[in-house]
Structure formats: structure tokens, C-alpha cells
């Protein structure tokens, strides 16, 4: 018998495009494979990438104070918010209009600019490693670094970029109205590009220089929604060990005892299949009946059939 999924879906950055036109060509296609999944009457919960279109907006700003005096840097968090809104502007306008075209006319879509609260005590915020923004000169990234305070590391001959702190996330502060919006039966775009990171002073939300992987955030997120599955979509089919090596394997089905066995040796690339394996295997373990599955976009609807993709379960 056919059981109604509610399920969270982390999209990957291929799935978005690199620049403006690109993006706006890419939701369609994405929008495509997941108006699949609601058509097949699963309840989607979308999170979404924003690797370039975060480093855009942060290399815009940062052009702006330089050439106007009277204009401050602007904080990466509110950058974080500004790829929020413009990304699921474009992700819900193609949703409405491919579920349109399927023949529904209600197309309750919607895109909450989303907060998730990190621990300031986190050790990321001691060794900050995830490059933003595009290569600069080493003239450039002294200016930042006197300017801003930003950290800037050389990246193998090609520059400078600055580099932050991704700290894992603690709480979405918007849980209660994603949760309001999902039980009502809408199609939610929420915590986009892993949340507008913050910290908790007091009773204030302070913007916190960082960036938070968007699948912890998805596992987080699936969690507290009581979904039934998380779909971590990346640009592979199945997930392989012994990659790129004479005995590769390609896996359909990891038991949470065998991931956790794959990380400790080292199976996958850190910032690459490592955080998805651990996503998925930090909500495969949060609960009975709970799966995660890591395969491409355009193969989730088979993936949800059982004909492709990496399941991860208890």
C-alpha cells in the first residue's frame, strides 16, 4: 500500500547554477524533479545550497564599502539572508509554475528566511576553513584583513579567499512556523544555504561570521519535522568507497553501523561526501523508521521506488 512520505529534500549546488541566468534556468529543471515527488503525493520540504551565490553577494558588498566610504561591510550573515530570498524567489515562482501546469491550482509555495542559532563555543569558530568568495590578490586580501578582519588564506598558487568558521547547527529559530506551514500542507523552502547563522546573546540573535553545511542543517531540520526520509542530493548517483581506486563500489544500501565504519576509514572527502554521509546517518539514527537516501537529482523519484540512489537506515 502507497505511504504518504513527508520528506526533506537537500539540494545540491548543481541543482541551483553558478550565476543569476543560470540559476534561473536551473529551477527548472528542479523544480521538475521535485514537483515529481509531489505529484506523486509526497509532502516536500525543500533546503537548498548557496555556495555561489553567497560568495557573490559578499564580493558585491564588499566592492561597495571599498568604493563608497559612507557604505559599512556588510555581515556575511545578512549575505546568508539575501541568497535566502533571492534564490527561493526564482526556487518557488518555477515550482508554482511546473505544479501549474500539472494541473494544480492551488501552489502553496513558500520560502521562509530562516535563522539557525550555533554555539559560539563551537571549535570551527577556532579554525576557520570554508573558503567564500572569489580568489584575491595578496594586496586585496590585506586590505580585508585591515578593513574587515576577515581571515584570508592562499589557496595553491590561485590567490587568497577568506576563509570562515562552519560551526554545526544547534536550532532552527523558526521551527515552530515551519512546522505550522508543513502541517498545513505547504511546500516550504526553509533553511537555505544551511541558515542565516546566529548566536544567542541574552535575549539577541547576533549574526555570526560563518556558514553552516546545509545537509546538518537538512538532518536537523528532518528531525523536527518528524520526517519519514531525507534526500541529500549531490552530483553522483550512489555513493562509492574506495573511490577512484581498481576495486570502487558503488553501495545501494549502508546500514548506519557500516557508514559509521566507511568514515572511521576514511572513505570520504571531507567537504565533499563526507558531511552528506554524516547528515544522513545523524537522522537514519534519530529515530525507528527513518531513512536517508544520497543519489542525483534526477534520479529521486526512482531512488524512491528502490531502483537507484544510496539508502542509509538503522
Known sequence: MFKRKRIVIALGGNALGDTLPEQMIAVKSTAQALCDLIEEGHQVVVVHG???????????M???SREDANQPNTPL????????????YDLQNALREELRKRGFMRTPVVTVVTQVRVDENDPAFKNPSKPIGRFLTKEDAQF???????????DAGRGYRRVVASPKPVEIVEMDAINSLVD??????????????????????KGASAVIDKDFASALLARELGADMLIILT???KVAVNFGKENEEWISDMSVADAKRYIAEGQFAPGS??????????FAESGTDRTAMITLLSKAKD????ETGTVIHL
Open 50 to 60: 548557496n555556495g555561489p551565490q553567497v560568495g557573490m553577494i559578499n564580493n558585491a
Open 144 to 154: 580585508q584583513t585591515k578593513a574587515y578582519g576577515h581571515i584570508m588564506k592562499e
Open 273 to 282: 561526501m563526507l558531511p552528506k554521509v554524516q547528515a544522513a546517518v545523524e
Open 77 to 88: 550573515s545578512v549575505c546568508v539572508a539575501m541568497s535566502q530570498a533571492y534564490i527561493g
Open 62 to 64: 564588499s566592492a561597495l
Open 184 to 205: 498545513a500542507g505547504k511546500i516550504v523552502i526553509t533553511c537555505g544555504g544551511g541558515g542565516i547563522p546566529v548566536v544567542l546573546k541574552e535575549d539577541h540573535l
Open 303 to 306: 531512488g524512491l521506488k528502490g
Open 235 to 237: 552530483a553522483v548517483e
